[in-house]
């Protein structure tokens, strides 16, 4: 089995910079964790579950680290920490209480729904086949593919951050890879 | 599309996700309250468990006082019960198992008796 990429791409090793050694070091405020670990979430719980409800999600995780920022008992590295709020939120959110919740709020126009991109958010996507196979595969497999292909976690870390063995994420992830190409190569033999 | 390739694809399209909405970081303010709301959390949650032991309260206290006056009741009628049965004994000669019940005369009775 191929072996996944160790060293983070470029733009998501944006969290070792100085906001996020900071927000670690000590007593912080809301906006020193936001500043370390937004772009981190937002890639996350885009790679996650698309589009659709993503400010939703981020804002809930952010809501959810600041609230039990200091209930942190550094059995991992903080940064691992914030995967695991990141997927438990994504988790939560499309089981649907967070979503029922969102829409609930929007009905009442407390939490207008703000559109990123004219035409909505929808139209952010780019290359809809890669996007549609992304949903297609099992919300576990894609915590897998997330962390360790795309954050560039390690094993080890994506393991503690979903809290499984590291051979469990090996086999989603392998699972995974080999469910892409199936939904990739079926989506070229129906759109040649 | 190429399958080869879809990893490297993935990787764009994950680094290059919907900007952040103007104002998020605000609007996050705006949810977390004022400063230092981090002790509000437990203010709100004794104070929902204070108004939640009210409405229970208020819901709970008037079926415990009805309870109370059936045991009430029903104590006074096994007393009264009691007490029939001694007299009319008395007066009979039988035993108190023997004799037949007539619940809610005794006491009075006995009392517009003496």
New interface residues.
């Given amino acids: 089995m191929e072996l996944p990429a160790s060293r983070p791409?470029l733009?998501?090793a944006a969290w070792v910079g100085d906001a996020a050694a900071k927000a670690d070091a000590g007593p912080v405020e809301?906006?020193a964790i936001?500043r370390a670990y937004?772009p981190l979430v937002?890639?996350t719980?885009?790679?996650l579950g698309g589009?659709q409800d993503?400010?939703d999600i981020?804002?809930e995780t952010?809501?959810r680290l600041?609230?039990s920022w200091d209930g942190f008992r550094g059995e991992s590295q903080r940064r691992t920490w914030v995967y695991t709020v990141t997927l438990n939120t994504a988790r939560s959110h499309w089981r649907g209480r967070g979503r029922l919740k969102a829409a609930f709020k929007r009905f009442l126009m407390l939490?207008p729904r703000?559109?990123?991109?004219a035409g909505g958010?929808d139209a952010?996507e780019?290359?809809a086949?890669?996007?549609r196979?992304?949903r297609r595969l099992d919300a576990r497999q894609r915590e897998a593919?997330?962390l360790v292909?795309?954050?560039g976690l390690s094993l080890a870390e994506a393991a503690a951050a979903m809290g499984v063995p590291e051979g469990t994420v090996k086999s989603r992830l392998f699972q995974a890879r080999s469910r892409?190409?199936a939904l990739?190569?079926e989506?070229?033999h129906g759109n040649p | 599309m190429e399958t080869h390739d879809w990893k490297e694809r993935l990787k764009e399209r994950h680094l290059a996700p919907p900007p952040a909405p103007v104002g998020e970081l605000q609007a996050m303010h705006g949810r977390l309250g004022r400063p230092g709301n981090r002790l509000m959390g437990p203010v709100w949650t004794f104070g929902g468990a204070l108004a939640l032991a009210g409405l229970a309260a208020i819901l709970w206290l008037p079926g415990l006082r009805a309870d109370r006056a059936a045991q009430s009741d029903r104590e006074f009628a096994a007393v009264d019960r009691w007490v029939y049965q001694q007299w009319n004994g008395v007066q009979s000669g039988t035993k108190a198992e023997d004799r037949a019940e007539e619940p809610g005369s005794g006491l009075l009775a006995v009392l517009d008796a003496d």
């Fill in positions: 791409p733009a998501a809301f906006d936001y937004a937002r890639r719980a885009w790679s589009a993503l400010d981020v804002q952010f809501l600041w609230r939490v703000t559109e990123a991109v958010q952010w780019l290359d086949g890669l996007a196979a992304l593919l997330t292909h795309l954050e892409m190409q990739l190569q989506a070229d």
